[in-house]
């Protein structure tokens, strides 16, 4: 059976000043779209950048609420509770090695440099006997829609547009 996961892709607008080129020389303002995206930890993502990022998820199994997963790996993988909002779903997508995803996007902000991840252990070095601890997630970023579409996962990348979508349908 495939495994199930579930996920926020939490976004923002930020300011974007640009100059106007009318006659008043005013400071024209415009709103980007930033989404935020985490880098995996531990040693197999270690120097991994483009196509390695996600949207904070994580594993739920039969019988668990998928909405309530995603909330609360939100917390174990940045260490502040998901921003408070709507949530508007974005439904799911399936991964390279099977692995259906289910996201949610809802706008909040954080500070990204903030975050305190919780560890997992494995053997490293491979077949050492040693056990080292590794952060689950190590980095978090506020990217654009376009470096998101990079850096996610491929599968993911339809969730940032499945958001654009969303956005431009309520203007």
């Given at each position: 059976m495939a495994k199930t996961s579930a996920g926020l892709l939490v976004y923002r607008?930020?300011?974007e000043p640009h100059d106007a080129l009318d006659a008043l020389d005013a400071l024209e303002v415009l709103e980007v779209l930033e989404v935020l995206v985490v880098h995996p930890g531990g040693p197999f993502w270690a120097k991994k950048d483009e196509g390695a990022w996600s949207?904070?998820?994580?594993?739920?199994?039969?019988?668990?609420?998928?909405?309530?997963?995603?909330?609360?790996?939100f917390f174990e993988e940045l260490g502040v509770?998901?921003?408070?909002?709507?949530?508007?779903?974005?439904?799911?997508?399936?991964?390279?090695?099977g692995k259906r995803v289910h996201a949610?996007?809802?706008?909040?902000?954080?500070?990204?440099?903030?975050?305190?991840?919780?560890?997992?252990?494995?053997?490293?070095?491979?077949?050492?006997?040693?056990?080292?601890?590794?952060?689950?997630v190590?980095?978090?970023?506020?990217?654009?829609?376009?470096?998101?579409?990079?850096?996610l996962v491929s599968a993911q990348s339809a969730f940032v547009d499945r958001l654009v979508d969303l956005l431009e349908g309520e203007r």
């Open positions: 607008f930020t300011p949207i904070p998820k994580g594993e739920y199994g039969p019988g668990d609420d998928p909405a309530a997963c995603a909330k609360r790996e509770a998901p921003p408070e909002g709507t949530w508007a779903d974005l439904g799911e997508v399936t991964q390279g090695g949610w996007a809802v706008r909040g902000d954080l500070d990204v440099t903030e975050i305190t991840s919780n560890t997992f252990e494995i053997e490293w070095p491979p077949r050492s006997g040693r056990v080292s601890s590794f952060p689950e190590d980095a978090a970023a506020w990217v654009s829609a376009e470096e998101a579409r990079r850096k």
